[in-house]
């Protein structure tokens, strides 16, 4: 263990995943929060909630496609949708530096009732604290959410077995491509924006004609590849990804080769993936390729037997071992 925090322990990576288990867990473990999914699933008398908190501090606050307003109501909304929630409630917490101005902080609330409206969420409880001039930079926001799980829905790794395919809604990296860029002076015209979009819309329609799907995960920070490999661990299985058919836009293939960034490890705030049996793929794909947020959805791998090993078929056709995301090639980017 490092002796002191650095960026890479909030990457959502192999150290963040470090940090949970030796300090946080070690602390603070129970039955709720131990398969540390994307939302707790909490069972009540007649009704299963999901209940999720993040915080965001990208930097810099707006970014072509979005801002951290709206991705404050994104990253909860996803993170309660892809468990199989209906969002409903949002908590949102401001920590702001003193001599942020006003007109910007208006901007960011203004696009967080936005996204709220798009996403069919309401604010129902929220705090604002201030700190020192050089003590934040200029705003942090907390979000905090709960949504309804339809009582017959049994989605989670439990259900994942060999053969089941894995289908993506669109193509992977934009994000934080988008932020990377707007951040850093690199002299690169890309024109790419951020995904940032809320999925409980195309997500409740899977849901409604197949709700036998097995599992979903939003792709945040660590990219496709952490979130599959965190899947092939858990579930005890293997998984083959087929590079030729993972969507990554053209302007962002070229950007990333320049930059020497992997599109499989890069944020997404708008990208699911889906775990469901091959005879029910099509259902699957139909539904999500007449969505708005999936029209260019791919089957992108398969489940295979194994020990949580992920193998990426490479378009020059070799194969290469992919691993949780190791250090912080792009912090700060939600
Ligand atoms: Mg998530």
């Known amino acids: 263990m490092h002796p002191e925090i650095m960026l890479a322990h909030g990457a959502g990576g192999q150290l963040t995943r470090q940090l949970v288990d030796d300090i946080f867990l070690k602390y603070f473990n129970n039955e709720a929060l131990k398969p540390l999914a994307d939302a707790a699933v ?10 999720t908190t993040d915080s965001f501090v990208v930097r810099p606050l707006f970014f072509p496609g979005g801002d951290i307003g709206k991705l404050a109501v994104c990253g909860t909304v ?4 892809v468990s199989g929630a209906r969002p409903l409630f949002l908590t949102v917490s401001f920590i702001i530096e003193v001599g ?17 409206r798009d996403a069919g969420v309401k604010v129902a409880a929220g705090d604002t604290k201030v700190v020192e001039k050089g003590h934040g930079d200029l705003v942090f926001i907390n979000t905090a959410g709960i949504g309804i799980i339809p009582e017959e829905l049994d989605l989670g790794q439990h259900r994942i077995t060999p053969g089941d395919v894995i289908i993506i809604n ?38 409604r ?15 496709l590849a952490t979130a599959v490999k965190e899947i092939a661990l858990g579930a005890g299985v293997d998984i083959w990804l087929e ?12 950007a990333v080769e320049i930059l020497g960034l992997d599109p499989l490890y890069m944020a997404n705030e708008g990208k699911f993936i889906i775990f469901a049996a091959p005879e029910e793929a099509p259902r699957v794909l139909k539904i999500m390729a007449n969505e708005p947020l999936g029209v260019r959805t791919a089957i992108i791998g398969r489940v295979a037997e194994g020990k949580g090993n992920v193998l990426l078929k490479t378009m020059l056709g070799g ?11 792009l912090p700060r980017i939600c």
Do not use: Y
Not at 42 to 51: E, K
Not at 209 to 223: A, H
């Open 42 to 51: 909490l069972d009540f008398p007649g009704c299963r909630l999901a209940f």
């Open 78 to 81: 996803n993170d309660l949708a």
């Open 100 to 116: 942020m101005p006003l007109n910007l902080l208006e901007q960011i609330a203004r696009s967080l009732g936005e996204s709220c």
């Open 170 to 207: 669109g193509p992977v990296g934009n994000h934080g491509l988008a932020v990377l860029l707007e951040r850093e002076n690199l002299g690169l015209e890309t024109g790419v924006s951020s995904d940032c979009a809320p999925l409980n819309g195309i997500i409740a329609k899977i849901l």
């Open 209 to 223: 004609e197949v709700p036998n799907v097995k599992m979903m995960r939003d792709l945040t920070r660590g990219g």
């Open 243 to 254: 590079e030729a058919s993972i969507p990554v836009d053209d302007a962002v293939r070229g």
């Open 319 to 329: 194969t290469k071992v992919l691993d949780l995301l190791a250090g912080d090639p």
